[in-house]
């Protein structure tokens, strides 16, 4: 017997649309549609790692495009959970097998990224923080926690192995008198993944407007510099989308808590790590878990 066309479309149309966000966000991490390549090798990092502020440690040339966002956007009651789930699964004495790093570009955009989406990535940092996705606040605080453990053992100890981490972006480490041992770039590595847990920490919550960061060192320090920033010749007429619009800049971003434009920082604005400096950030993610009720989060792309 025939089905009729109608149901016959009907069908095609609910397989079509039936991606899961688990598939949802293995595609787009496998293929994140951006690829952005560095023009200039960053400065060399201080093995010591300080902590760039509302930024990531290590420079990645693979992003997700606008239109993979706008996806991700549109399926967030989906995703968020698949991402609370991978983070909350996530152990650094277990962590997922690396996949083949064979990678596939086509001009500006990424085919195959040759990352695991169960991997801490930048991709996977992109999608909480362009979704907001503060519900995984207490995992980045496990994880960090565990992270910084086992970093503390190995550093005590070179009979202590340094702890495995899969680190997809580039840092520039020293290369002339002060070259690193194998050890001790495996060692940067992990503090750079552990710096980039509380910056996830900072970013989440300065998307929230978290009154306790807006009124920190962290938030005073990044005011001054994206304020001077946007004193510079090529910015300083530049006050609203529309002049960004009438100058050919409509890529500028507008900072959502100044207003003012943000562009390329030849010095990005850091702080020297500490112990002080992780228990601060820590001390405001615990606090807004805690304080700050799920029906006051913000999406701050919603206007």
Known sequence: MKLPLAILFFSTASLLAAESGEALV?????SPGEFDQMCDAPPPLDPKVPLPIYKLVADRDMHLSAANIAELRKHRDEVVPVLKKRLAAFDFTKPPKAV???QKFKEETVEVSGINPRQL???LYEMVLNLDVVDVLPDLLRIEEQLRSLLEKADE???VAVPAVD???FVNLPEDEKV???RDKAMTHGRVVQRELLSMMLQL?????YPPLLESEFEKKYAAAIKARAQEEDLKDI???ADAKAKQEEYLEFDPVYGVPLSYMREYPTVAFSGDVRNQIRGFAETFTKTVPKEQWKLSWVK
Request: charged residues 45%; without cysteine.
């Open 167 to 169: 680190l997809d972006g």
């Open 100 to 102: 083949s790093k064979k």
């Open 205 to 209: 919550l300065r998307s929230q407007k």
């Open 121 to 123: 990535s930048g991709l």
């Open 26 to 30: 293995d595609r787009l991490i496998r």
């Open 239 to 241: 006050k609203t989308p």
């Open 157 to 159: 100890s070179r009979k």
């Open 180 to 182: 690193l041992s194998k």
